[in-house]
């Protein structure tokens, strides 16, 4: 993995930061290290606004480590309160960022883990771009820091202290469990109750289905809510749509999916990405309800969102009808699932699911 100099120390577990800042010529005591963990969390860019250190030591600091690795480069922002941010790191790759706002005005952060994405499913934008790298912790981590900033300043009167994000999806661009390590990292971050304090439950993490990474997370968590991108059950298709289930065969997959619900305890989501006439037939949602049971699992149905240029074995692809989309669902809820639909946000910019990597055009 890349690696910077000097040091990045966003993103670092508290005891991680500890163990560095000890590491000094004057090593720092715990309670100082703990004082600019919480400015770290609190979202500070610089060592000038650590007020409490007196002034020597945050020049010291300043000329050892960095605070940040990232920059936001542009904002986009979505008629319908989505706001995408574009963020470069320090090597020149670009990822991207989506702050999500629901009826009631709930914040929801959509982060990415890899710049592109190995998996190459042929509906999705990022999968499209090919792989260039895992994200580190702190890259992984700025991204929420980025986007807690733009909900303050979108809602200044959020009391002080609060992240103004009620839920962090790990479901932007790139495969979270082919980058389970640096993602734990980052997940340190967000739970420490010195910083951030952000509950397990209030994290959802989506897989395209790599069976040893969520058999990791059922052994050695964090248990976080685990969500599984099926999008068919039909074992030919789904190896034809999503390459990489090729070596994550369905009946293994399911396997660990149940083992992951009896480990943490949880309800699983399984989301399918509904293709207008490749996977919303009746034997579409025959082997699906086959799949869901004996999991206790909720099927959340995702539209389409349109990638310009996406084609599946030779054929343009195109969203699913309503009357498409209203019958899977119908069938679904006639075998007794449960089943949701995602509402399409971002769309304008470019920011909803499988759209991230496209340029977005600003909203006039
Ligand atoms: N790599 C992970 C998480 C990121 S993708 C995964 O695949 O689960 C997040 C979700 O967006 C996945 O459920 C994926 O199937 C879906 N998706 C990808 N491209 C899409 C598109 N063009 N329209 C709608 N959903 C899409
Ligand atoms: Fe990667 Fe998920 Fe896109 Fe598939 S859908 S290419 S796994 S980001």
Redesign the pocket.
């Known amino acids: 993995m890349a690696s910077h100099s000097p040091r990045v120390l966003s993103g670092l577990a508290l005891n991680e930061l500890i163990d560095e800042l000890k590491g000094l010529p004057a090593p720092l005591p715990p309670f100082r290290s703990k004082q600019i963990f919480k400015w770290i969390a609190r979202g500070a860019v610089s060592f000038e606004e650590m007020t409490d250190l007196d002034k020597a030591l945050r020049e010291d600091l300043g000329s050892r480590f960095l605070l940040r690795s990232t920059r936001v480069s542009s904002q986009l922002e979505d008629g319908d309160g989505t706001v995408k941010l574009q963020i470069d790191l320090f090597d020149g790759a670009r990822i991207e960022a989506v702050l999500l706002s629901d009826a009631e005005e709930r914040k929801t952060a959509c982060i990415s883990t890899q710049a592109g ?1 190995p ?1 190459g ?1 042929v ?5 499209s771009l090919g792989f260039s790298r895992n994200l580190d912790s702190a890259e992984i981590a700025e991204q929420f820091l980025h986007l807690k900033a733009l909900a303050a300043r979108n809602s200044p009167g959020a009391a002080s202290g609060e992240t103004g994000i009620a839920n962090i999806v ?7 469990l082919l980058n389970l390590a640096e993602l734990r990292r980052a997940l340190s971050f967000f739970f420490d109750a010195e910083g951030l304090g952000i509950s397990r439950r209030r994290i959802t993490l ?3 289905g790599v069976i040893p990474g969520i058999r990791d997370l059922a052994d050695n968590g964090p248990h976080i809510r685990l ?3 099926l ?1 068919s059950a039909r074992e030919e298709l789904r190896n034809r749509l999503m390459p990489l289930a090729a070596s994550n065969p369905l009946p293994q997959l399911k396997a660990a999916l149940g083992y992951y619900q009896q480990k943490s305890g949880q309800r699983i989501t399984l ?1 399918a ?1 509904l293709l207008g006439g490749i996977n919303t037939g009746r034997e579409d949602a025959a082997a699906m309800a086959g799949f869901a049971k004996g999991l206790d699992a909720v099927i959340n149905l ?6 310009e240029g ?1 084609q599946f074995e030779g054929a343009p692809l195109r969203e699913p009808s309503r009357a498409e989309l209203e019958g899977f669902a119908a069938l679904l809820e006639k075998s007794g699932l449960k089943v949701t639909r995602r509402y399409r946000k971002g769309r304008g910019v470019a920011g ?4 991230l990597g496209v340029v977005g055009k600003k909203d006039s």
């Open positions: 994405c998996a499913c509906f999705c934008k990022t999968g790990i479901m932007g661009m790139g495969e979270p989506s897989t395209s969500a599984c991108s999008t989301e990405v995702i539209p389409w969102n349109p990638v996406l909803a699911c499988g759209q």
